[in-house]
C-alpha cells in the first residue's frame, strides 16, 4: 500500500476524538510493520497517553523497523506524559511519516529533528490540508489563545429565526435539529444568552441516536436572570456558566451557587464584552465554543470578528415580516468591507433543508 492509505486510518481515528481531548490536539498513530497494520490508537483525553503510546504498545516487539503513521508532529516536551519522539526512538521505530506540524511552541519541528538526529527516515506533509482540519479548533487555540467559536443559525429560506409574534419551533427538520448535535458533541462548550433560555428553556445537552459528550452549557445573562427552575440549572447533565456583568452583586448569586454543576463568571465591565469573555474561556482550557444563538448573541460575536466557522442551516420556508428577527442582530456591520472573509466550504441536503459550512479564511 502506499503513505496515504495508513495516513487515512489514522486521521479517522484523529478526527473521530474530536471535543474529548482538550485542551490537548486530537491525534491518531498507526503501526505498520512489513505490510502489516500492528497497531493504533488515539490519544483520548487530556492527561492521558498519547496516540503514537497507545499504537506502539499494541505493536508490542512488531514496533522495531516498523513505519509509524501519525497526524501531528510528536511532541518533544515533557507535559504531563513523557515525550513521544523519544519512545519513537527507544523502540527502536526505522520510519515516522507525519501529516502536519504542530504549531505549539514548545513542539514547533523539535519533535521531527530530534527523531532526525536518531537516525530515523522522517516524511512530513502526507494528507496535511486534511489534518489541519482535524486540528483546527486546536491549532486556532494555541495561535490565538482563543477559543474556536463556530457560529450556529437555523433560519427559513428568507433568513428569519422566529416569526414576528416569535414562534420558533420548528423551522429547520428533525435531521437538521439531530445534525446540530454533532457540533454540540465535538465542541467543548455550547453558548446561548439568557432571552433564549427564557424563551425556549432549552437543555443544551448532546442527545444523538447513540451517546455524544455533553458541552459545558455557557448563558450569557448580564444581570442574572436564568430562573432557578430552567432546565440548565435544574439538569445536573451537563455543568453550566452563568456569564453575568460587573453590577451583579453578590447576594444575588447566592442562590445559585447552591447548584454543583453551576458556576458564575463574574466579569469587568457593566455589559459582556466578548473579546474579554473568550480570554477567560481560554484560560479556563476551553478550545472550541458552539454559539446557538440567539440574533443578539450572534451579533456580538459578529461585531468583534469572533467567528471562525459558521453552519447554517436553511429550511424550505418563507416567514416574512420586517419585524421578524433574523439570525444576526445587534448593530450589524457599518460597511461591505469590513465583513468577514467568509468561504463556503460545502452545501448539503439534510432532509427537506441545506446546511452551508462555511469558514474564515486562515488568519
Ligand atoms: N428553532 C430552531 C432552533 N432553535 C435553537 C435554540 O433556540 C433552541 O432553544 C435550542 O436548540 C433547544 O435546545 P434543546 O432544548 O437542547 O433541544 N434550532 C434549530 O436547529 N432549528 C430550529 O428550528
Known sequence: MNDEYYMEFALSLGKKIVGQTSPNPPVGAVVVNNGQIVGFGAHLKAGGPHAEVHALNMAGEKAKGSTVYVTLEPCSHH????????????????????????????????????????????????????????????????????????????????????????????????????????????????????????????????????????????????????????????????????????????EEKEAYLNYNHVEIIQLTNETINISELLHVLAEKSIMSVFVEGGAEVNGSFLKVGAVNQVITYMAPKLIGGKNAPTAIGGAGIDSLEVALPLQIISIEKIGPDIKIISRVEDD
Open 79 to 250: 507535559g504531563r506524559t513523557p515525550p513521544c519522539a523519544d519512545l519513537l526512538i527507544n523502540k527502536e521505530v526505522s520510519r515516522v511519516v507525519i501529516a502536519t506540524t504542530d504549531p505549539f511552541e514548545k513542539v514547533a519541528g523539535n519533535g521531527i529533528k530530534r527523531l532526525q538526529e536518531a537516525g530515523l527516515e522522517v516524511e512530513v506533509g502526507v494528507l496535511k490540508e486534511k489534518a489541519d482540519e482535524v486540528n483546527e479548533q486546536f491549532f486556532h487555540y494555541i495561535k490565538t489563545k482563543k477559543p474556536y467559536v463556530t457560529l450556529k443559525s437555523a433560519t427559513s429560506l428568507d433568513g428569519k429565526i422566529a416569526t414576528a409574534s416569535g414562534e420558533s419551533k420548528w423551522i429547520t427538520s428533525e435531521e437538521a435539529r439531530l445534525d446540530a448535535h454533532k457540533y454540540r458533541h465535538s465542541h467543548d462548550a455550547i453558548l446561548v444568552g439568557v432571552n433564549t433560555v427564557l424563551k425556549d428553556d432549552p437543555s443544551l445537552t448532546t442527545r444523538l441516536p447513540v451517546e455524544g459528550k455533553n458541552p459545558i452549557r455557557i448563558i450569557l445573562d448580564t444581570n442574572l436572570r436564568t430562573p432557578l427552575h430552567a432546565k440548565v440549572m435544574t439538569q445536573n447533565d451537563a455543568n453550566t456558566w452563568i456569564v453575568v456583568g460587573k453590577s451583579v452583586r453578590r
